[in-house]
Each structure stands twice: as structure tokens, then as C-alpha cells.
Nanobody, 128 residues
Framework: QVQLVESGGGSVQVGGSLRLSCAAS????????LAWFRQAPGKEREGIAD???????TYAGSTKGRFTISRDDAKNTLYLQMNSLKPEDTAIYYC??????????????????????WGQGTQVTVSS
């Protein structure tokens, strides 16, 4: 069983930047599709970026060009660099790892049901 722990959230002003980290423990996540999701109050959980084993990435339209997802498999860690932050980026941000043993190219990208393991979330608040 893998455990995921996010860090790096906080409060920032409009236009600022944050870098989120997601540290995995228990076993390696190097063979899995990894993703970041977010959930704002009263809204559904939204997939914002994912990264496959070979580095292939997918971004939601709302974050493309501003957010960058990356992974360091040697450190068993996932990252999300967030730039040009907007008030609508305010949410709890979660990292996730896909269902083990399934080839990443067969998985539906940015869909919550694709992912079996989740962190507890970290709050990001963007104020104007």
C-alpha cells in the first residue's frame, strides 16, 4: 500500500507562485500514472494535470501554460509548479497515483476513478 503526503500549500497573492510536493512511501510509484486534482468548496474534484511513466503530460485547460507537473522517481516524489495564480485556483489540492498494474496508456487521463491512491490534500488560497 502506498501513502501519499502533499506539502507546499499556503496563501499567496494573485500572480504569485507555489510549488506543491507529493511524497510517496510504502512502495515505488515509478510505474504509475500520477496526477494532481483540486476541489473548491461546493465543486466537484477536478483533474488539473497528470504525468505518465515516460513523462507524457496532460493538463486541464484552466491550468495549461501556468502549471507544470513533474516527477522524480528516484525521490518517489511528484511536483506541481503553479505560476500566475488566480483567485479561482483556490482549492484543496490532492495528488493521486493510478491503479497498480495497469498500463498508463489504457487509462483515462484526469478522471478520478483512474486513481487508486490519494493524499490528504493541501490548501491553496489565492487572494487579490
Amino acid at each position: 500500500q502506498v501513502q501519499l503526503v502533499e506539502s507546499g500549500g499556503g496563501s499567496v497573492q494573485v500572480g504569485g507562485s507555489l510549488r506543491l510536493s507529493c511524497a510517496a512511501s510504502g512502495r515505488t510509484i515509478r510505474y504509475e500514472l500520477l496526477a494532481w486534482f483540486r476541489q473548491a468548496p461546493g465543486k466537484e474534484r477536478e483533474g488539473i494535470a497528470d504525468v505518465a511513466v515516460n513523462g507524457n503530460t496532460t493538463y486541464a485547460g484552466s491550468t495549461k501554460g501556468r502549471f507544470t507537473i513533474s516527477r522524480d522517481d528516484a525521490k518517489n516524489t511528484l511536483y506541481l509548479q503553479m505560476n500566475s495564480l488566480k483567485p479561482e485556483d483556490t482549492a484543496i489540492y490532492y495528488c493521486a497515483a493510478s491503479i497498480p498494474g495497469r498500463a498508463w496508456w489504457t487509462l483515462t487521463r484526469l478522471l478520478p476513478s483512474t486513481f487508486a491512491h490519494w493524499g490528504q490534500g493541501t490548501q491553496v488560497t489565492v487572494s487579490s
